[in-house]
């Protein structure tokens, strides 16, 4: 069965720190691009950060730039989105989703990647 499957989520308090981790199972990610997006209550998913089949070009959405990490490890087929003070804003459903090709600014469209995982809930508050 091939599946995407997100870990790491939890509740954390502004400022804080977490790791999701995307893994791929059935399938290998090396030749894929991989997004991270999120929705939170009652918003559209949107895209956060986008990462590259071979790591070297990296997009992430204005509000996440300086904060969120994304990075790769093809060897253990994973992808990686380090994320550091949290604000409550940042609250959300965080998905991963992998696409053959993504190109420049078109990163965050969301029909361009076929796979996704079921989600997993980052809960930023006080």
């Known amino acids: 069965q091939q599946q995407l499957v997100e870990s790491g989520g939890g509740l954390v308090q502004p400022g804080g720190s977490l790791r999701l981790s995307c893994t791929a199972s059935g399938f290998t990610l090396d030749h894929l691009a991989i997004g991270w997006f999120r929705q939170a209550p009652g918003q559209e998913r949107e895209g956060v950060s986008c990462i590259s089949s071979n790591g070297e070009i990296l997009k992430y959405a204005d509000s996440v730039k300086g904060r969120f990490t994304v990075s790769r490890d093809n060897a253990k087929n994973t992808v990686d989105l380090q994320m550091i003070s949290l604000k409550p804003e940042d609250t959300a459903v965080y998905y991963c989703?992998?696409?053959?090709?993504?190109?420049?600014?078109?990163?965050?469209?969301?029909?361009?990647?076929?796979?996704w995982g079921q989600g997993t809930q980052v809960t930023v508050t006080s």
């Open positions: 989703a992998a696409a053959p090709l993504v190109y420049g600014r078109d990163w965050a469209l969301q029909y361009l990647y076929n796979r």
